[in-house]
C-alpha cells in the first residue's frame, strides 16, 4: 500500500512561485503531478521515471515547472516558476507501477494518489 501526502501550495501572485512536495510511503513507484481547475478535467503537468532519469511536462508548463525526487527520503518535488492565473488548480502527486511511456499524462495509468494541495494564482 502506498500513501502520498502533498504539500506546499497557496496563494501567490502572478509571476510568483512555489514549490510542492509529495511524501511517499511504500515501494517507489513512477511518479507524476496532475492538477484540475473547477469544472475541468484532471491533466496532467510532469512525469519522472522511478529512477528519476526520465521526465515528462505537459507543453502548458515545459520551461516553467519542474519535477523531481529524492528516493532515499521518498520524496516527490514540483518546482513552480513564473506561475500563471491559469495553473491555478487542486494539485495532485499520483503514482504508478507500471506506466507506458506515451501516456504518462493518463490519470488512469496511475495506482495511488493523494489528497491534494490547492495552487491559486493571481493576477
Known amino acids: 500500500q502506498v500513501q502520498l501526502v502533498e504539500s506546499g501550495g497557496g496563494s501567490v501572485q502572478a509571476g510568483g512561485s512555489l514549490r510542492l512536495s509529495c511524501a511517499a510511503s511504500?515501494?517507489?513507484?513512477?511518479m507524476g503531478w496532475f492538477r484540475q481547475a473547477p469544472g475541468k478535467e484532471r491533466e496532467g503537468v510532469a512525469a519522472?521515471?522511478?529512477?528519476?532519469?526520465?521526465?515528462y511536462y505537459a507543453d502548458s508548463v515545459k520551461g516553467r515547472f519542474t519535477i523531481s525526487r529524492d528516493n532515499a527520503e521518498k520524496m516527490l518535488y514540483l518546482q513552480m516558476n513564473s506561475l500563471q492565473p491559469e495553473d491555478t488548480a487542486m494539485y495532485y502527486c499520483?503514482?504508478?507501477?507500471?506506466?507506458?511511456?506515451?501516456?504518462?499524462?493518463?490519470?488512469?495509468?496511475?495506482?495511488?494518489w493523494g489528497q491534494g494541495t490547492q495552487v491559486t494564482v493571481s493576477s
Open positions: 511504500g515501494y517507489i513507484y513512477n
Open positions: 519522472i521515471t522511478a529512477s528519476g532519469t526520465v521526465t
Open positions: 499520483a503514482a504508478g507501477l507500471a506506466i507506458r511511456s506515451s501516456l504518462v499524462f493518463l490519470p488512469s495509468e496511475y495506482n495511488y
